[in-house]
């Protein structure tokens, strides 16, 4: 099977790559785990089997039907796959239509700290996904949230929110760096990191506290 990119750019994704951050390795793999787990399942590979992640319009040829998170992708002629957030693209031998995630409106949840800032303004307020951001980390537009400065670095975490000295917010990606020095003034939900990262652009985020049960 032979899938190719005649334009745009994607990079081969599957599941993560834990036990390497003394290495200096983040532990990587998909910036959307359930979006990939929904190509794999619809072309019948495993949920975390590599496939391509892409985060704008691709146009591919296939010489056997693929899928995307939510769509077929049919053999023989060139097609445009339109994308702009993050999507996934996979080949395997029993394709059937895709089941994308059904996710909740319901804000995304966090764990607050370790490091002390304005959990006020954090949970009262309106942000927005911005265009600037990649594996990294994915910038939040919206008001200033303030936190103290850190005199040390410390280990970081992918869903770690980072407070810059101007107040702009950083949620970090599963490539973020081993270690920062920004405040952490709290960490997204494993659960909702997914819901957070398959926001396009523009689109609005709101803020709570996890439930501890």
Do not use: C
């Not at 590599?50 to 985060?55: M, T």
């Not at 691709?58 to 999507?87: K, Y």
């Not at 303030?146 to 702009?168: D, E, K």
């Amino acid at each position: 099977m032979t899938l190719t990119v005649r334009r745009g750019r994607a990079v081969l994704q599957g599941g993560p790559r834990p036990g390497r951050m003394h290495e200096g390795m983040a532990p990587g793999g998909a910036f959307v785990p359930e979006l990939l787990a929904a190509a794999n399942r619809a072309v019948g590979n495993p949920p975390d089997a590599p496939a391509l992640e892409f985060f704008m319009p691709l146009e591919v040829t296939s010489d056997a039907l693929a899928a995307t998170d939510a769509e077929l992708v049919q053999p023989g002629a060139a097609r445009l796959v339109p994308r702009h957030r993050a999507g996934y693209l996979a080949v395997g031998p029993a394709p059937r239509p895709p089941e994308p995630p059904r996710w909740s409106d319901e804000p995304i949840a966090l764990v607050l700290g370790p490091d002390e800032g304005d959990t006020a303004a954090l949970l009262a307020s309106v942000f927005r996904v911005s265009p600037v951001g990649d594996r990294v980390g994915v910038r939040l537009e919206g008001p200033p949230v303030h936190a103290a400065p850190v005199l040390l670095s410390a280990p970081m975490v992918r869903g770690a929110i980072q407070a810059t000295p101007s107040g702009q917010l950083v949620v970090l990606g599963p490539d973020h760096p081993t270690t920062g020095g920004y405040p952490v003034i709290a960490v997204v939900a494993e659960a909702d990191l997914g819901r957070l990262f398959a926001r396009r652009p523009g689109a609005e985020v709101h803020f709570r506290v996890k439930v501890v049960p």
